[in-house]
């Protein structure tokens, strides 16, 4: 039987157009809004992962073109990352007066919504997963409040794809992660278990645009 092929593509910079590499994929995972890799990725999309807690959703949600822009289209699944039971036990709490100003911890509702208005099947990643995956990582969960770490978006949709698509059957390639951004995320942790990975696997991770421009390591180089 012929193996299958999937892509995972982040939304760090690529090196290169991949467009026809991605869209020739049996399945392709992506995430949130990809921006960087426009034009640069082709459309097809078996998996959207968006994060449906915080600033980024709410901006999604105001973004009027979000929902028909080619990548929502082409979705065959809309995934939510976070089930809002994971959000009220381990997520960070908004504070009054972020409340007060709009802020909000999570957008499930109005995601569903946003989705389904667009015509898109949408799942809930469960609560089980969110935890499995933090304890893959060595973080118990009961304690990401306290240590201010979080597992990200991107690490629990490669963690989702690789599962529904097994070793014996599926080759993979991933691009677009530099392991970088938000720093309340498991960065360093993420890596080291994405290298486990292609040991275990055959699993081809492709350089980002980011590696070759570490932003967030000068900021606080320089605040050091």
Known sequence: MARKKLFIV????????MSERVDACDAVMRFNEPKASIGMSGTKTTWLFVCNTGKPMKRRLDNPDYPTSPIVQAAGLVILA??????????PKVS??????????EWTWASINLFGGAGKMVAILPVTDYEAGCRELGLEPSTLVERRTYPSTGYFGIRYALEQCPADQWDVEIAGFSWQGWQKHAWADERSWLERKVAERNIHVWPAGDDQKPKYKRKQAAKD
């Open 96 to 105: 009054l007066w972020a409340q007060m100003k709009g802020r909000r911890t």
């Open 10 to 17: 982040g939304n760090g910079v690529l090196l290169e157009d």
């Open 82 to 91: 976070f089930h809002p039971i994971s959000i009220e036990k381990y997520a």
